[in-house]
């Protein structure tokens, strides 16, 4: 992706003009590529780097937007790890990680593979299973989904009706979770498109070679299909991962704002927000806030590592 | 799966030609059982938002618990409930409030970002690879760091409650999505039209204004598209800027109107649902493929 | 340039950090003192309140009343529910844009005070504020540090209401004088045990869990002979006795006879007793209105709070709805003038009746219809009932009062789940509540 610019020096010295030359047209390059570049440096200082380091310098200190900023050193992280609704926070949004986005890619993974294999339609199918993936993380949506798993719901009465009986979903704090990740199963659509973008570009040859060998269908996904797929697959894990860390709205909505019932459903953000935005506790919540960066980015390091190890570009350099 | 390959010996020719009719039947059964169970599967996903629908026309009554979709007593009453608006503003007032923010952030990220993808792309200055790595490290931020200090600011500076603080980021680029997006687009773009128009003495705001903008429109329309459609269903943003009911965008309405509404009025709050959607919908059915191909193409290059 | 890089971002983080600090010490900032002569040219002032769609539109006539009489002043409404309410203002606060006039309620004095939010009305009280008809004490309860920074406009007191159609389907008989908390959990747990179901098929209880509701702690300290909050800040009770008090209805979440805490969730903003599946609830005198339009019958009864383990029921008149101008107001004048408005001219007191609560003014207490039956009337024959009960001084909520009512609250949602233990309640909320009173 980023070309690295070497300007290499020519050996020969003879053509001073030439260099000259070429010294003022770098120059003219830099500054038009700065001039260009202006709105996005600003945003970039004034909205993204300046006040990622405000907020590490807040995370040290004590806050409240009235009075001015106390230093407390490392009390606001000392708090956190002892403060029992952080933890809850923190485990809740693990399991809504750790459950969601694996259930997600899988069921992506299933749909697109199922219309790779057609021809006719296949576009309508895509786009009308893409259509949630647009409204999803909507306070539209947020709101149906609460009023279909409210107690008694149709949910409910659909669930009763296979023999499940959970007692209840949007009261029940251990229905929630599952709420949830239904719902962000429901948006497989994102990903889903994306892993088609990636079958259609691997080559009909391999599997047709494959099957001369005598290859089975699970074998032909296993050692064609998924490693074919591996650019794709690392791309849609990192990024829904990022994102599943990052859910709110639908969070504040179906919970009124308060992470319940009995706080099973206070995701990290959303008790970030409690903290920062209702009780003006701004200090803790840069904490909270840092702590999240420091998290998503060894994760995404960790990706990053690992990609050596499981995932095979096709050999195309860019 | 091609016929296999059969030598045409008058014997065999009619044998073959049953294989081929033979085929080509399971053929069709497998497209028919194909789209029955594509179907089955689309009708479960799509079965919330048919329930929305459905449930908007439906009087309350008839909404819990009824697992039928069909509306019996259908009709048009929440839908008058919803219009009516909320705390004496107007429906229209909130669609109105939507509609700036979107508009003006198409705006911004239009012209913002292609500019911005210009820079990465075809100008070659210094410290080009710094600030391309740090944006695309932009896009795995979570944004809830820069949140507070950004709102702290605008505080300060006495914007709070003004639109202010959710249209100057995208004037300013700050959603590397689209930089991304349109730098990816402007690398397949021939490099000879730049040549050519330099030795024709243009400089770069020429270039840019004449051969990339217009070479540009796809992907300037998808972004304008991803654009509308991720403002109109903000909703941490103007929660957290805009205070006024009065300047309440349609998501931030519908939940106080969600929080004032008694339980027992999920009709109202289902066709409030469904109109605060109307749009995105509209968007949906109208550009679905400028959509999914920009979803698409994100994923190929990484 | 990876140079050029560090300086830009080096700058913008010291301007955004400037940026950041400079709200700090605007609050002490000497303010001139504001004029007192009534201003007679247009003027726009904000005024906010908490409530539902019934207050709004009480305010609604009475703002249209004011503008009869002072038609120069324009008045700019807006409303919220009580918690986004505070969440509003905090943030408006921070910006030092509060509203010009607004509600207040005494668990936020403190806090807004002491940052400077509230302006002092005493240059105006004697003159464009006429506080004749008022109490003594009443007005007393809005001074804090020697400054008027808020005048009640109403009087609460807590009362049992319950509903007698639907009680006598259960067959049992309402509490009566001197019961006591045992006495009401015993009742509770009496109606629900008696199976009867609405006609929904909904299980009647006989309440909700009462120990959830931090002012009901209060009161039931108040009996104990403590007092809650003491002039230093500190607490006057213990850990141990906010455990006593949670265990009086121990029994009946353990036996889940108390309204189950995941229907009056779902059904928010109404709840088990409003949506006549609770016979009892209980909570301000005032809240009768409120009551009697959600539930959609007229037969909601009223009754004192339990007696404490002497029989006394040291009952106390809580200051409610109070009214504040903001200290950055640009037209005190004009504010002062819609203040004493609201909180004296007769005509008010009819448009609200006792839907804020008995009105401290006698005028307006005069003023209000009480026609026979009506919801006004019987908020006052239950106050006048009670009169000798109420006995007791309120308690002054101290800085923080907000934040730790709500994290009783929280917490109490837990423990209705059974998620947590009374023990892990305690001590979560004293340790929350040392944080919050910082």
Redesign the interface.
């Known amino acids: 992706?980023?070309?690295?610019?070497k300007m290499t020096g020519s050996g020969v010295r003879s053509a001073a003009p030439a260099v000259a030359a070429r010294r003022r047209r770098?120059a003219a390059?830099?500054?038009?590529?700065?001039a260009?570049?202006t709105?996005?440096?600003?945003?970039?200082?004034?909205?993204?780097?300046?006040?990622?380091?405000?907020?590490l310098?807040?995370s040290f200190t004590?806050?409240n937007?009235?009075?001015?900023?106390k230093w407390v050193g490392l009390a606001n992280f000392q708090?956190l790890l002892q403060d029992?609704r952080f933890v809850q926070s923190a485990k809740i949004t693990a399991t809504y990680v750790l459950l969601g986005t694996p259930i997600k890619l899988i069921s992506a993974l299933a749909?697109a593979i199922?219309?790779n294999?057609?021809h006719?339609?296949k576009?309508l199918?895509?786009?009308?299973?893409?259509?949630?993936s647009?409204?999803g993380?909507?306070?539209?949506?947020a709101?149906?989904?609460k009023?279909?798993f409210?107690?008694?719901?149709?949910v409910?009465?659909?669930g009763q009706?296979f023999g499940m009986s959970p007692g209840?979903w949007?009261?029940?704090?251990a229905m929630t979770m599952p709420m949830f990740i239904l719902l962000t199963v429901?948006q497989f659509g994102?990903p889903m498109?994306?892993?088609?973008?990636?079958l259609k570009?691997v080559p009909l040859e391999l599997y047709e070679a494959a099957s001369v060998d005598g290859a089975g269908p699970i074998r032909k996904f296993l050692k064609i299909t998924l490693p074919m797929l591996s650019?794709?697959l690392?791309?849609?894990l990192?990024l829904e991962t990022?994102h599943a860390?990052?859910i709110?709205?639908s969070a504040?909505?179906i919970s009124?704002g308060?992470g319940?019932?009995?706080?099973s459903t206070l995701f990290y953000?959303l008790y970030?927000?409690i903290r920062?935005?209702?009780?003006?506790r701004?200090g803790y919540?840069?904490a909270?806030?840092?702590v999240?960066?420091l998290v998503?980015g060894i994760i995404?390091l960790l990706f990053f590592k690992s990609s050596k190890f499981w995932v095979h570009y096709s050999g195309e350099t860019? | 799966m091609t016929t296999a390959g059969v030598s045409p010996s008058s014997v065999t020719q009619a044998s073959s030609a049953l294989l081929r009719r033979r085929h080509h039947n399971s053929k069709r059964i497998k497209s028919v059982l194909f789209h029955t169970f594509v179907v089955a599967v689309l009708v479960v996903v799509l079965y919330p938002a048919l329930w929305m629908l459905m449930s908007s026309l439906k009087p309350t009554a008839d909404i819990v618990g009824n697992v039928s979709l069909w509306p019996k007593g259908a009709s048009l009453d929440n839908f008058a409930k919803a219009l009516h608006g909320i705390g004496g503003v107007s429906f229209w007032t909130f669609f109105r409030n939507s509609m700036i923010l979107a508009v003006g952030s198409v705006v911004g990220i239009a012209l913002s970002a292609s500019v911005s993808a210009y820079a990465f792309a075809r100008i070659q200055f210094a410290g080009r690879s710094v600030w391309f790595a740090l944006m695309i490290g932009s896009l795995l931020l979570p944004i809830h760091v820069v949140i507070i200090p950004q709102y702290i600011i605008f505080n300060n500076i006495g914007l709070v409650n003004t639109f202010v603080p959710l249209l100057l980021g995208k004037f300013l680029a700050a959603e590397a999505f689209f930089v991304f997006l349109m730098v990816q687009f402007m690398r397949n773009l021939p490099r000879e039209l730049d040549e050519a128009a330099r030795i024709d003495g243009a400089g770069h705001v020429r270039i840019f204004t004449s051969i990339m903008l217009p070479l540009m429109k796809p992907a300037l329309v998808t972004s304008a598209i991803f654009a509308f459609i991720w403002s109109w269903n903000d909703f941490l943003g103007p929660l957290l800027y805009l205070k006024d009911p009065s300047l309440y965008s349609l998501p931030i309405a519908l939940r106080l109107f969600v929080d004032q509404t008694s339980t027992s009025d999920y009709g109202a709050q289902m066709a409030m649902a469904v109109l605060a959607l109307i749009p995105v919908l509209l968007f949906f059915l109208v550009f679905q493929r400028y959509l999914v191909e920009g979803v698409a193409t994100q994923g190929l290059k990484g | 340039m990876k140079r050029l890089t560090l300086k830009a971002v080096g700058m913008a983080a010291a301007a955004a950090l400037a940026l950041c600090a400079c709200a700090g010490g605007g609050g002490s900032a000497a303010k001139p003192a504001p004029s007192t002569a009534t201003e007679t040219g247009p003027v726009t002032i904000t005024f906010t309140w908490w409530g539902n769609d019934d207050r709004a539109s009480r305010y609604k006539q009475a703002i249209a009343l004011f503008n009869k009489k002072y038609p120069n002043i324009t008045v700019q409404t807006s409303f919220a529910d009580f918690a986004s309410y505070w969440t509003a203002r905090a943030t408006e606060a921070a910006g030092r844009a509060l509203p010009d006039v607004m509600q207040t309620d005494m668990a936020y004095l403190r806090e807004y005070t002491a940052n400077g939010h509230l302006l002092d009305l005493s240059p105006y009280v004697g003159k464009t504020i006429n506080l004749s008809g008022f109490d003594k004490s009443l007005v007393k309860a809005g001074n804090l540090d020697g400054k008027q920074i808020a005048i009640p406009t109403s009087t609460n007191t807590l009362a049992l209401f319950y509903n007698p159609d639907l009680l006598k389907k259960t067959g049992v008989t309402p509490p009566t004088g001197d019961y006591t908390w045992a006495d009401y959990s015993k009742f509770i747990a009496a109606v629900s045990a008696a199976g009867t179901t609405t006609a929904g098929g909904q299980k009647v209880y006989g309440g909700i869990d009462y120990a959830t509701t931090f002012w009901f702690f209060l009161q039931w300290l108040v009996q104990e002979g403590k007092t809650p909050f003491k002039d230093d800040g500190t607490f006057g009770f213990k850990a141990q006795d906010m455990k006593d008090f949670l265990t009086l209805t121990a029994d009946l979440r353990k036996a889940k006879q108390d309204f189950p805490i995941a229907r009056n969730l779902q059904l928010l903003p109404k709840d088990g007793f409003t949506m006549n599946e609770a016979t009892s609830e209980m909570s301000w005198d005032n809240f009768l209105a409120q009551y009697v339009a959600d539930s959609g019958t007229k037969n909601i009864a009223m009754m004192p709070v339990p007696s404490g383990k002497d029989g006394k029921k040291d009952m106390f008149y809580k200051p409610s709805m109070l009214l504040s101008a903001s200290a950055n107001t640009k037209h005190a004048a004009a504010a002062a003038t819609l203040i004493n408005f609201l909180l004296t001219e007769p005509e008010v007191g009819t448009i609200f009746g006792t839907s804020k609560g008995v009105p401290a003014d006698k005028a307006q207490r005069a003023a209000m219809k009480l026609d026979a039956g009506s919801v006004d009337a019987s908020v006052v024959a239950y106050e006048k009932a009670v009169a000798d009960k109420v006995t007791a001084a309120v308690p002054i909520p101290v800085k923080g009062f907000g934040s730790i009512e709500a994290d009783y609250k929280r917490l109490g949602e837990s423990l209705s789940y059974g998620k947590i233990t009374i023990d892990e309640f305690v001590k979560e909320w004293f340790t929350d509540s040392a944080v919050a009173m910082q």
């Open positions: 992706m980023a070309l690295t610019e770098r390059e830099t500054r038009a590529g700065y260009f570049l709105p996005w440096l600003l945003g970039f200082v004034l909205l993204t780097a300046g006040p990622m380091l405000a907020s310098y807040l004590s806050y937007l009235f009075a001015s900023p708090l029992p749909v199922l219309l294999n057609s006719r339609g576009g199918y895509r786009s009308a299973f893409y259509g949630p647009l409204i993380a909507s306070v539209s949506i709101i149906v989904w009023a279909m409210i107690d008694h719901g149709i409910d009465q659909i009706f209840g949007v009261g029940n704090p429901w994102a498109v994306i892993f088609l973008a990636g570009q650019p794709v690392f791309f849609n990192l990022i860390f990052q709110f709205a504040f909505i009124g308060t319940g019932p009995a706080g953000t970030l927000y920062g935005f209702q009780d003006f701004m919540a840069s909270m806030a840092w999240l960066v998503v995404t860019k």
